[in-house]
């Protein structure tokens, strides 16, 4: 499909590695908004959408390493409701600064997670999925950087990642707060995480984390109660 359409925007992915995904939509829909925010791999610019159409007076910028990426997240940011609200933007997170020096009260990204296995053929699909080109240190140290003091960094990561990245957070000052742990049918057992961090030392709830276990589809195979009430502002 070569263009998906949402209530209040399309995304066109003709040109993007990572096509629209669950992923992509459960993140945009979960995490926590804020004045300024920032999508890291914004790809299709599909989660700075999302988050444009929840918080009708923030400010967002989208970054991507993948020009022919950036270049369509241009496009489908234009065609939009919310593009006076979205810059996006091509390089790597390593090196950005903002012009401005802002720092950020919302970071969101779905990060690259193969590690350790073979490299894509496909040099967009490479970069967009694998951490050869954004390891969890760097993403990190770009947060560590980015990030308000009393802001928050949201994730999507399957299940075998969820460890080594929250060690990961512990290594750059960052607590889990909120996570969310997603069964794809009642019977199975997570495959994939929400995942909320904050600063350990500017967070007002230290030590305790708010964890839940949620099911995408009911035993018939539809859209559970809980993703239908968390995506009901944007399927058609």
């Known amino acids: 499909m070569s263009e998906f359409r949402f209530r209040r925007f399309a995304v066109r992915q003709d040109r993007c590695a990572m096509k629209v995904g669950t992923d992509g939509v459960l993140l945009g829909a979960w995490a926590h908004t804020g004045r300024r925010m920032l999508d890291i791999g914004t790809g299709t ?4 959408l999302m988050m444009a159409q929840r918080s009708e007076e923030s400010l967002i910028d989208g970054i991507d ?4 990426a950036v270049a369509q997240a241009k496009e489908n940011v234009a065609a939009s409701p919310f593009a006076s609200r979205i810059r996006i933007l091509h390089g790597r997170i390593q090196e950005y600064q903002p ?21 894509s053929p496909d ?6 999925r694998h951490t050869d080109s954004l390891t ?14 009393d802001g928050c960094f949201s994730v999507v990561l399957p ?46 709830t230290t030590g305790s984390l708010e964890k839940e276990e949620v099911v995408l589809m009911d035993d018939r ?15 058609l």
């Not at 390493?65 to 022919?68: A, F, P, R, T, Y």
Request: glycine residues 6%; hydrophobic residues 35%; neutral net charge.
């Open 136 to 149: 969890y240190r760097h993403l990190f140290d770009a947060v560590q950087r980015l990030l308000a003091p």
């Open 221 to 235: 195979g539809g859209r559970s109660e809980w993703y239908q009430r968390l995506t009901q502002g944007f399927y």
């Open 159 to 204: 299940f075998d990642c969820r460890d080594s990245f929250v060690d990961e957070a512990l290594l750059h000052g960052m607590m889990l707060s909120r996570e969310c742990g997603i069964r794809t049918t009642p019977r199975k057992q997570p495959r994939r995480y929400l995942m909320e961090f904050r600063f350990a030392s500017h967070s007002d």
């Open 45 to 48: 610019g599909l989660i700075a």
């Open 99 to 119: 012009t401005d020096a802002t720092l950020y009260d919302s970071i969101v990204s779905n990060p690259p997670f193969f590690h350790n296995s073979l490299g």
């Open 65 to 68: 390493i993948d020009e022919e």
């Open 123 to 128: 040099t967009q699909r490479q970069l967009a």
